[in-house]
């Protein structure tokens, strides 16, 4: 069946540096477009970056700059490198498929992995 995993979340300092990854099988990684997203205590889930199958990215406005996304089709599997890490970055993070190889919008996406938990101490 369809399943993603996470690996890679860990406990971090202010500044530090982390990389996500999310491994994917049961469907044709190279044909969806993949993302990240991330839910803190208390708030709704919200995207934190998207790739599609051209490669091509978008990154939410508290990411730009500090944070990579990429895939490796061969692999099957999507990263995500995070430096510069705030506290505010702590949250739960979700490796996800959108149904479609373009990422129009931060909707629609409707295969979610189990998440990896990040927290990051000031």
């Known amino acids: 069946q369809v399943q993603l995993v996470e690996s890679g979340g860990d406990s971090v300092q202010a500044g530090g540096s982390q990389r996500l990854s999310c491994v994917a099988s049961?469907?044709?990684?190279?044909?969806?477009?993949m993302a990240w997203f991330r839910q803190a205590p208390g708030k709704k889930r919200q995207g934190v970056a998207s790739i599609d199958t051209a490669g091509r990215t978008n990154y939410g406005d508290s990411v730009k700059g500090r944070f990579n996304i990429s895939r490796d089709n061969r692999k099957k599997t999507l990263y995500l490198q995070m430096n510069t890490l705030k506290p505010k970055d702590t949250a739960m993070y979700y490796c996800?498929?959108?149904?479609?190889?373009?990422?129009?919008?931060?909707?629609?996406?409707?295969?979610w992995g189990q998440g990896t938990r990040v927290t990051v101490s000031s």
């Open positions: 996800t498929r959108r149904n479609s190889s373009g990422c129009y919008s931060w909707s629609e996406f409707g295969v």
């Open positions: 049961g469907y044709t990684f190279s044909n969806y477009c």
